[in-house]
């Protein structure tokens, strides 16, 4: 499979599905196959040429934005590990106050662990956590709470809403548009820094990361948060959406 695909046809043009980039081909490498033109549009996609920013829907990135990927602390790890041992039909995610560094002005010194656990079996995680880290472990606090116990290292319980998606890399983990729903539908979370640096969060996110925005709409309407987030990024960022919410 030779020759390089040539994406001028699209530049400029906002969003395109997947059928567009097929027929391209077609006119570009007539000679090829339609799984050759798959392969191809994997390829692309692989370079950080086009992005995905929807089910079906791409765009030529002339950013070269990356793919978000956070390394998690060993706190964290280690806590993910103790869950799957105990609890390994478990479905859970983990989100640390310290991914946070990597879009604020001003650095987040102390982290906490958000332990989102499947519904009802927050209180069995609780007990198994509660022995290996005594009085670092809270289950569905309160804000007041939880700034009341704050300390290095805490382990906050809540619940996992329905059908959220599974990390990328690992299942645990939180990606980037659950990780941006939250901080818009999350009490606690949005507490720990100055609200002045809400919008800088989400323009970061956006111009250096490849984002899903489809997936992080569909997980925004399960938290009853899709209107207040769309609303958010077109009146406080600098945001340019290439899907509604």
């Known amino acids: 499979m030779t020759g390089t695909v040539s994406l001028s046809r699209f530049k400029g043009e906002g969003p395109f599905i997947r059928r567009d980039f097929m027929l391209e081909m077609g006119k570009q490498f007539p000679q090829l196959s339609e ?4 392969a191809k549009m994997q390829q692309v996609l692989s370079t950080g040429e086009i992005v995905r920013v929807a089910r079906n829907t791409y765009r030529v990135d002339n950013a070269q934005r ?10 964290a790890s280690t806590v993910a590990a103790q869950i799957k041992g105990k609890h390994p039909f478990l479905d859970f995610r983990i989100f640390e106050l310290v991914q946070l560094n990597d879009f604020l002005n ?3 010194a102390h982290n906490v662990v958000f332990l989102s656990v499947e519904s009802d079996l927050g209180y069995f995680v609780f007990e198994t956590l509660k022995g290996l880290y005594p009085g670092k472990v809270l289950l569905t606090p309160t804000l007041e709470m939880f700034h009341q116990y704050w300390c290095e290292d ?10 959220t998606r599974r990390g990328r890399k690992e299942t645990w983990q939180t990606d980037l548009e659950k990780m941006l729903v939250d901080l818009m539908s999350d009490k606690l979370i949005p507490s720990c820094f100055s609200e002045s640096e809400l919008p800088a969060i989400y323009e970061e996110a956006f111009h250096r990361y490849v984002i899903d925005e489809s997936r992080m709409f569909r997980y925004a309407k399960r938290r ?10 077109s009146e406080q960022t600098d945001v340019s959406l290439q899907v509604k919410g």
Not at 156 to 163: D, G, S
């Open 154 to 163: 805490m382990i906050v319980i809540e619940k996992l809403p329905t059908e």
């Open 35 to 38: 799984a050759s033109y798959k």
């Open 106 to 108: 001003h650095q987040l």
């Open 66 to 75: 990356g793919c978000y990927s956070h390394r998690y602390s060993d706190f």
């Open 224 to 233: 009853t948060a899709d209107k207040r987030l769309q609303q958010f990024l």
